[in-house]
């Protein structure tokens, strides 16, 4: 009892002590320690394994959230690391895994060196090479030994390249090759997103697309859209067709290409090229268009055709097939220029199936000291060299003689010209013809008077750019002595001499000049016969 009466006082003085504080926990930080999880058999020789612990038989390790496998291992823990030899396995959550023959994994850099058949995987992306160092502190493993990385349709090889897990960014130096199930990239440098399918160029590089070959050492192409945007003056070459500019936009699907800024599109297989500061070409239907600064050449013959209008639009027909041909139109201001032909018009097509161009809109044709005009000028063309010219509609032809206020004259309804190798050689001029003309003393070639004459049908024979001789069946005309000319009478109605117009060098057709008012051709209404109603 006594007994007990004691332990009862000892327990109540011991009540009455107040209790000590609790200290606060300490601030938990990283443990950048490696775990051995599990072993089949550990053992332990410091002089015969420099300070390693001998690890065999599904070895695990476990570090800052990775698991790391292997048949067998050299465990240094001192330094915090372990070689690792066969089936060696490392995971870091759900979609990151690294397989290779051999690892060596230093805990306090976080750093894993694979080597011998390197399998790197991240969610969609598959890594293979035979040396890969992944450094976990960055997200980034990276070869430089060769490897190549498999990103569901593309395949990415190179000699040197990393790969960032955070970002999903790759990038590759050294004989790059990038292939897909439509093209193939070749560079030295490139930068690809895996993220949005995206390729950075930032080098010498070739893109080959089916039947295009696309040059560019800047820009960037989408492996899932096959669109791309390329820079510095990058080239698109399709079958002989080439499109380069300051910048370019590229649809592989749809085959639609556009150039912006001093853009050039030559056609190297017909000789011909349009130039701008703004191209566009569709690859599937054969269609291109140029403006702002726009020009066309052509560079078939041996002296080039220079054009230049607001608009140029060319379409191809027959794509397809053999009777492939295209029709080019020009749009406002038309200015052409060659050394043996110039002209200017509102507007002109040129079709390549009958090698006509046709002039539209108060439309001139120069050939050496020869005017042309009217108010439809069809031009024709033989082995890419003028043949002949048809004037549809108050044709005008004009020869300046080269002396003060004379010039060889004749206007018709319509009127023909024939040239032998870039020269006129024959003209002739059907309905409500008016002449006016030189005649040449071939004794001295020097002028005998002026004829004045209307006719039906009028034919002209040139030689050496010079008036030889005139053919009409029926007319009606008048020889005037040089001295005793009318003044009247030395110049058709509607005469002018446009030489004021007249492109004279291929960088003149950016030059517009108008012809003065009032001269402007008009256009003449002609009535149509109207139909007779059957009971009449």
Same mark, same amino acid.
């Given at each position: 009892m006594m007994m007990l009466l004691c332990a009862l006082c000892a327990a109540v003085a011991l009540a009455a002590i107040p209790s000590r504080p609790k200290?606060? +926990?300490?601030?938990?930080?990283?443990?950048?320690?490696? &775990?051995? @999880?599990? +072993?089949?058999?550990?053992?332990?020789?410091?002089?015969?394994?420099?300070?390693?612990? @001998?690890?065999?038989?599904?070895? /695990?390790?476990?570090?800052?959230?990775?698991?790391?496998?292997?048949?067998?291992?050299?465990?240094? /823990? *001192? !330094?915090?690391?372990? /070689?690792?030899?066969?089936?060696?396995?490392? &995971?870091?959550?759900?979609?990151?895994?690294?397989?290779?023959? &051999?690892?060596?994994?230093?805990?306090?850099?976080?750093?894993?060196? +694979?080597?011998q058949n390197v399998v790197l995987k991240h969610r969609g992306t598959t890594l293979y090479t035979d040396s890969l160092y992944y450094d976990r502190l960055w997200n980034m493993g990276y070869y430089q030994e060769g490897g190549k990385m498999v990103d569901k349709t593309t395949t990415l090889v190179s000699d040197w390249g990393e790969y960032h897990t955070d970002t999903k960014m790759a990038i590759?130096?050294?004989? @790059? *090759?990038?292939?897909?199930?439509?093209?193939?990239? *070749?560079t030295d440098s490139l930068y690809y997103d895996t993220n949005l399918k995206q390729a950075h160029i930032i080098g010498p590089s070739n893109i080959n697309s089916g039947k295009s070959h696309i040059y560019s050492e800047l820009g960037y192409y989408n492996t899932q859209t096959e669109q791309g945007i390329l820079l510095n003056r990058s080239v698109l070459d399709n079958e002989g067709r080439l499109l380069t500019g300051d910048s370019l936009w590229y649809d592989g699907r749809s085959g639609v290409s556009e150039a912006f800024r001093n853009m050039v599109y030559t056609d190297t297989i017909n000789k011909n090229m349009l130039t701008g500061n703004y191209g566009y070409y569709n690859d599937s239907t054969g269609y291109a268009m140029s403006t702002d600064s726009a020009m066309a050449v052509d560079f078939s013959q041996r002296d080039s055709l220079f054009m230049h209008a607001d608009t140029f639009k060319v379409f191809t027909f027959n794509k397809e097939t053999d009777s492939v041909y295209r029709v080019v139109h020009a749009y406002n201001k038309v200015r052409a220029y060659r050394i043996d032909l110039q002209a200017v018009c509102d507007s002109l097509v040129y079709n390549q199936q009958d090698s006509c161009m046709t002039l539209y809109k108060d439309p001139i044709v120069w050939n050496q000291n020869q005017q042309l005009l009217g108010e439809e000028i069809r031009v024709y063309m033989k082995d890419s060299v003028l043949d002949h010219a048809h004037v549809i509609n108050q044709a005008f032809s004009i020869e300046d003689l080269h002396e003060p206020d004379l010039y060889n004259q004749v206007s018709s309804k319509e009127m023909f010209a024939f040239f032998d190798q870039g020269e006129i050689?024959? +003209?002739?001029?059907?309905?409500?013809?008016?002449? @006016?003309? &030189?005649?040449?003393?071939? !004794?001295? !070639?020097?002028?005998?008077?002026?004829? !004045?004459?209307? *006719?039906?049908?009028?034919?002209?024979?040139? /030689?050496?750019?010079?008036?030889?001789?005139?053919?009409?069946?029926?007319s009606d005309g008048t020889m005037y002595p040089m001295t005793q000319i009318p003044p009247a009478k030395r110049y058709l109605e509607g005469f002018a001499w446009f030489d004021y117009v007249r492109p004279r060098s291929k960088d003149d057709i950016f030059n517009w000049r108008g012809k003065k008012a009032g001269t402007e051709l008009k256009v003449q209404r002609r009535r149509t016969p109207q139909k007779k109603e059957a009971n009449e």
């Amino acid at each position: 009892m006594m007994m007990l009466l004691c332990a009862l006082c000892a327990a109540v003085a011991l009540a009455a002590i107040p209790s000590r504080p609790k200290r606060p +926990a300490k601030k938990k930080t990283d443990d950048k320690r490696v &775990y051995l @999880v599990h +072993a089949d058999e550990l053992f332990y020789e410091k002089w015969r394994n420099n300070d390693a612990q @001998v690890l065999r038989g599904k070895v /695990e390790f476990q570090h800052a959230g990775a698991r790391l496998l292997c048949d067998s291992a050299n465990f240094f /823990e *001192t !330094s915090n690391s372990f /070689e690792a030899f066969g089936h060696v396995r490392m &995971y870091q959550g759900d979609t990151l895994s690294l397989t290779s023959d &051999y690892g060596y994994y230093d805990g306090n850099d976080q750093l894993m060196q +694979a080597l011998q058949n390197v399998v790197l995987k991240h969610r969609g992306t598959t890594l293979y090479t035979d040396s890969l160092y992944y450094d976990r502190l960055w997200n980034m493993g990276y070869y430089q030994e060769g490897g190549k990385m498999v990103d569901k349709t593309t395949t990415l090889v190179s000699d040197w390249g990393e790969y960032h897990t955070d970002t999903k960014m790759a990038i590759f130096y050294y004989d @790059v *090759t990038m292939r897909d199930k439509n093209f193939t990239l *070749t560079t030295d440098s490139l930068y690809y997103d895996t993220n949005l399918k995206q390729a950075h160029i930032i080098g010498p590089s070739n893109i080959n697309s089916g039947k295009s070959h696309i040059y560019s050492e800047l820009g960037y192409y989408n492996t899932q859209t096959e669109q791309g945007i390329l820079l510095n003056r990058s080239v698109l070459d399709n079958e002989g067709r080439l499109l380069t500019g300051d910048s370019l936009w590229y649809d592989g699907r749809s085959g639609v290409s556009e150039a912006f800024r001093n853009m050039v599109y030559t056609d190297t297989i017909n000789k011909n090229m349009l130039t701008g500061n703004y191209g566009y070409y569709n690859d599937s239907t054969g269609y291109a268009m140029s403006t702002d600064s726009a020009m066309a050449v052509d560079f078939s013959q041996r002296d080039s055709l220079f054009m230049h209008a607001d608009t140029f639009k060319v379409f191809t027909f027959n794509k397809e097939t053999d009777s492939v041909y295209r029709v080019v139109h020009a749009y406002n201001k038309v200015r052409a220029y060659r050394i043996d032909l110039q002209a200017v018009c509102d507007s002109l097509v040129y079709n390549q199936q009958d090698s006509c161009m046709t002039l539209y809109k108060d439309p001139i044709v120069w050939n050496q000291n020869q005017q042309l005009l009217g108010e439809e000028i069809r031009v024709y063309m033989k082995d890419s060299v003028l043949d002949h010219a048809h004037v549809i509609n108050q044709a005008f032809s004009i020869e300046d003689l080269h002396e003060p206020d004379l010039y060889n004259q004749v206007s018709s309804k319509e009127m023909f010209a024939f040239f032998d190798q870039g020269e006129i050689h024959e +003209a002739q001029a059907k309905d409500n013809v008016l002449v @006016v003309y &030189y005649p040449v003393d071939e !004794s001295d !070639s020097s002028y005998v008077g002026m004829v !004045s004459m209307e *006719t039906q049908l009028l034919r002209m024979f040139m /030689e050496k750019r010079k008036l030889q001789r005139i053919w009409a069946p029926k007319s009606d005309g008048t020889m005037y002595p040089m001295t005793q000319i009318p003044p009247a009478k030395r110049y058709l109605e509607g005469f002018a001499w446009f030489d004021y117009v007249r492109p004279r060098s291929k960088d003149d057709i950016f030059n517009w000049r108008g012809k003065k008012a009032g001269t402007e051709l008009k256009v003449q209404r002609r009535r149509t016969p109207q139909k007779k109603e059957a009971n009449e």
